[in-house]
């Protein structure tokens, strides 16, 4: 049962264009959110978090909006740049989680120069 | 600071072989945990160790145990190795204070291939 989703396997941008990657989840008890960037043979690297409490959080060029009534959250990359081509998780956990995260399936950005 | 570090980055096993992956954690981190990554499929939680203790566990056979010492290393171990087990092994860690409200920080993996 995939709790978080990610249900673009793959987005190609132009550089400096913006990047949007989705991601969707079912519990309702989720209340924390991560994006990671992962590359080939490396570990997932922390990019931005998110809090319930919050609909929106900034960090340089990324920028996640969380959605409740939706459970819905994108990740928004500008101006996106060739470096950011990677593999993009997204990941949740709730206070009846513990520790464990739900990872999404991933999207693979390509960042075209 | 010294990142997560996991050991070996390689290896290469027979159905029927156990295999032993090591994770040493952030210099204070007393949380880590571990999950599987298989290709298309997202990360999958194994279990959590804190303190030497296990406080949380995914939905794992009992094929795959772990445990966790003193100075927070954890070890993880897989025996009857099975073809589906080819995997990258991803390790986290945390400071474990703030459960499930913490980023995780994660290792480069070990990548296991069963043959």
């Known amino acids: 049962d995939q709790q978080v989703k990610q249900n673009s396997p793959s987005l190609s941008v132009q550089e400096g264009r913006i990047s949007i990657l989705n991601c969707d989840y079912t519990?309702?008890?989720?209340?924390?959110f991560l994006w990671y960037k992962k590359y080939p043979a490396e570990g997932p690297t922390f990019l931005i978090s998110i809090s319930s409490i919050k609909d929106k959080n900034e960090d340089g060029r990324f920028t996640v909006f969380l959605n409740k009534s939706a459970k819905h959250l994108s990740l928004h990359i500008v101006p996106s740049q060739p470096g950011d081509s990677a593999v993009y998780f997204c990941?949740?956990?709730?206070?009846?989680?513990?520790?464990?995260?739900?990872f999404g399936t991933g999207t693979s950005l390509t960042v075209i120069p | 600071k010294a990142g997560v570090t996991q050991t070996p980055r390689y290896l290469i096993k027979t159905r029927g072989q156990q295999v032993t992956l090591s994770c040493s954690p952030i210099?204070?981190?007393?949380?880590v945990s571990w999950y599987q990554q298989t290709p298309g499929q997202g990360l999958q939680f194994l279990f959590e160790?804190?303190?030497?203790?296990?406080?949380n566990k995914g939905n794992f056979p009992g094929r795959f145990s772990g445990r966790q010492f003193s100075n927070s290393r954890s070890e993880m171990n897989v025996s009857t190795l099975e073809l589906g087990d080819s995997a990258l092994y991803l390790c986290a860690s945390s400071s474990g204070r703030e459960a499930g409200a913490e980023k995780l920080f994660f290792g480069s993996g070990t990548q296991l291939s069963v043959l």
């Open positions: 160790y804190f303190s030497e203790t296990q406080r």
């Open positions: 519990n309702s008890m989720f209340d924390y």
């Open positions: 210099s204070g981190h007393r949380s």
């Open positions: 990941a949740a956990s709730g206070s009846n989680t513990g520790n464990q995260f739900y």
